[in-house]
């Protein structure tokens, strides 16, 4: 028996040594293991689509078909949310007022500053802020000696000038002397060549004189009269040039007078006095401290109304203007009007600045510095449909929102439109409907969930 296996092995192994080297090796590895014939070399092909696989692939597009329509249906992801968790309210209709709060001081009516018109050195304080002043009080007194040298020199200067006018007008009114003691010589010579003339006249037509002494009178008395109306001419002419000078003068002189007295006011205003009378709400000077022109000692309040400042949002500058009315909070329990009767354009921080006051009733017992908070009107009010404001915002936008439909557990997400706003509403101008109930607390844990399963 255990020959036999031998023999056969030989037997077989022959002929794949005689077989040419050109026939591959590879076919003597078939030969062994298919155990020889040419016919088992043949290589079978088998079939991919096999009925399990068949079954795998129809069964995967079944789950993806599934799950697609289970999207569809059911709106998206989901999310579980305790229904006492969050704030759904109810959509309104109703008058809706668009107003922005804002917190605002107190201040006077009327308020002076007290400014130094020139600058000096503080010698007296006379009374101190929180006190009662009237209109000319002293409140303090500067002392200013380069002011007063100014104020010597312009009086010397104008003194001077008088002095000088003076002298103008008493040299006129002498010329004026001279000339007419000079027309009155020349005066009685002319009258009395005139008279010696007519004589000579007669006495020449019968031959009794001289052509000579004819002559001689006659050229005397054109002499004089010729020298009167050059004396005349020139006493114009130093008349008007004295009278411009003298008119030059007075001008200066009176220039002077005013620079004089603007000097001495600017003195006698190194005591500040109180220009109006009022509360001296605030005074700042020291006793021997030097103060620059300009500079300003303090202020007082005339107490004859209140007004209220307060800083307004730069979004609403263009929206803001003079004639909008505001209603304070409650004060005392009692609401207020007020009126904006003053809008500053400049923007600090973000912020502008507006001034109101009180129209009819004023609250009692006011004083300047008090906060109050009052709501500021930017339009008409009219019927609208409203929406609470809530968290919700911030993260939408007021582009969309979770509705709760009518005896359903879920919320569904809902495309809206919405326009003006105040502290408590905002306005729908889209999307929703009186009577829909809408979550308006804050989104920001429900991710990019489309409904809300409540629980």
């Known amino acids: 028996m255990s020959d036999s296996p031998s023999k056969s092995t030989s037997t077989l192994t022959k002929p794949l040594l005689t077989t040419p080297v050109g026939s591959g090796g ?68 109703g008058p809706f007022q668009e107003y922005i709060s804002q917190t605002g001081n107190v201040l006077p009516r009327t308020t002076v500053y007290l400014d130094a018109i020139e600058g000096g050195r503080v010698e007296e304080v006379f009374v101190r802020e929180g006190v009662q002043v009237q209109e000319g009080q002293p409140l303090l007194r500067l002392s200013n000696n380069d002011l007063q040298l100014r104020l010597l020199n312009a009086d010397a200067q104008r003194i001077e000038q008088i002095n000088r006018l003076q002298d103008n007008r008493f040299r006129m009114e002498q010329n004026a002397l001279n000339l007419r003691q000079q027309l009155a010589t020349m005066n009685y010579n ?125 979004f609403y500058i263009a929206r803001v203007a003079r004639g909008q009315t505001a209603t304070t909070q409650p004060i005392a329990g009692v609401e207020y009007r007020m009126e904006v009767i003053r809008v500053y354009p400049e923007v600090r921080d973000g912020r502008f600045e507006v001034d109101l006051e009180f129209r009819g009733e004023v609250p009692e017992g ?19 449909i409203l929406i609470p404001r809530g968290g919700f ?26 326009g003006r706003q105040n502290p408590q509403y905002f306005e729908v101008l889209e999307g929703l409907e009186p009577g829909d109930q809408v979550v308006t607390s804050s989104y920001d844990t429900f991710g990019d969930a489309d409904r809300l399963v409540l629980k």
């Open 26 to 93: 590879s076919g003597g590895r078939r030969s062994q293991s298919s155990g020889g014939g040419e016919g088992m070399d043949r290589k079978i092909k088998k079939n991919w689509w096999t009925p399990q696989r068949i079954a795998m692939i129809v069964g995967g597009v079944l789950f993806v078909g599934l799950v697609a329509w289970g999207f569809m249906t059911t709106g998206g992801q989901r999310l579980n949310v305790e229904r006492d968790k969050i704030t759904i309210a109810t959509i309104d209709e």
């Open 190 to 314: 002319i009258q009395r060549l005139e008279r010696l003339h007519e004589r000579n006249q007669e006495m020449h037509a019968k031959q009794l004189i001289s052509d000579q002494e004819f002559q001689q009178v006659q050229d005397e008395l054109e002499y004089y009269r010729r020298n009167k109306e050059l004396t005349l001419q020139g006493y114009q002419q130093d008349s008007l040039r004295m009278a411009t000078q003298v008119r030059q003068m007075e001008a200066s002189v009176t220039s002077m007078e005013r620079n004089y007295e603007v000097i001495e006011h600017i003195l006698e205003g190194l005591i500040v006095r109180a220009p109006v009378s009022g509360h001296l709400t605030a005074l700042d000077a020291e006793i021997g401290e030097l103060r620059p022109s300009g500079s300003r000692f303090g202020q007082i309040d005339v107490l004859d109304g209140y007004k209220v400042r307060a800083a307004v949002d730069e």
């Open 366 to 384: 006011i004083r300047r510095g008090q906060t109050i908070r009052f709501r500021l009107e930017l339009g008409d009010p009219g019927e609208a």
């Open 393 to 418: 915002y911030q993260t939408t936008g007021g582009n969309w929102v979770f509705v709760v439909p009518d005896g359903s557990d879920e919320a569904i997400k809902r495309n809206i439109r919405l």
